[in-house]
């Protein structure tokens, strides 16, 4: 392969490799703690161990590869940098976590889906299992959600966060000016441009959120990357 090519490659891969492992944590030290009954603590931890398997998945091609992922497990959520998320790793209540998990991890599952159809094939292999699971976090959130609908107390709290978190949304696309991103489609690893990415989520996800009696606010397109370039974990 390329020297560019295996550049980008193995880029994207350790990205989302660490970012599962991040997921992981994030379901465990995040909203285990603030889910409001036994079972939705027990939700985050079926959760949290579909991550680790999502990590273990990419760690194993990144492996075939020659690259170890093992000091991912030593390092503390704060420590990695790969795919810094503070925004996810700063929620505080049910409401945040059940919006990131409908509108987040559906953003996120845009990018694995690109990546299921990347040019590396070992790569876009082993995403069936990933693609799966996360289809169930993202109807998790969205039955959350939908449960918090019922009231109009419930309602405003939701439209009030939905109103502070979409940015935060939009920008897990990364920005319109990012240096990666053509090279990536060049080279057939993503199939859309952040800009493209982002307008196809918004374009899906913004109708189903009006059916709920929900709205979104205009945002500019971010400039700057307000996460690392490239896909991150659901």
Same mark, same amino acid.
């Given at each position: 392969?390329?020297?560019? +090519?295996?550049?980008? &490659? *193995? $880029?994207?891969?350790?990205?989302? @490799?660490?970012?599962? %492992? ?60 790969? +795919?810094?998320?503070? &925004? *996810? $790793?700063?929620?505080?209540?049910? @409401?945040?976590?059940? %919006? ?8 996120v599952l ?88 982002r307008d ?35």
């Open positions: 392969m390329p020297e560019e +090519y295996q550049e980008l &490659a *193995i $880029h994207q891969m350790m990205v989302h @490799t660490e970012g599962e %492992l991040s997921g992981a944590d994030d379901y465990l030290q995040v909203f285990f703690p603030i889910a409001p009954n036994a079972y939705e603590r027990k939700v985050c931890c079926e959760r949290a161990a579909e991550e680790i398997d999502h990590y273990m998945i990419g760690a194993a091609v990144l492996n075939d590869l020659g690259i170890n992922t093992d000091h991912m497990l030593d390092q503390k959520l704060l420590e990695r940098g790969l +795919y810094a998320s503070p &925004a *996810i $790793h700063n929620i505080k209540t049910w @409401t945040q976590r059940a %919006l990131f998990s409908y509108i987040g991890e559906n953003a845009d990018h694995i889906e690109e990546m299921a159809k990347s040019s590396y094939r070992p790569w876009a292999n082993s995403f069936g299992k990933v693609i799966r699971d996360e289809h169930v976090h993202v109807g998790h959130g969205r039955r959350i959600v939908r449960e918090m609908l019922r009231d109009e107390a419930g309602r405003e709290e939701v439209q009030q966060t939905l109103n502070a978190m979409w940015p935060f949304v939009l920008s897990l696309f990364g920005s319109d000016t990012s240096r990666r991103s053509p090279e990536y489609l060049r080279w057939g690893l993503r199939q859309r441009t952040n800009a493209e990415a196809f989520f918004v374009a899906r996800i913004v109708p189903e959120l009006n059916r709920m009696g929900l709205t979104v606010p205009d945002q500019p397109a971010p400039q700057a990357p307000a996460q690392p370039e490239g896909p991150t974990h659901a």
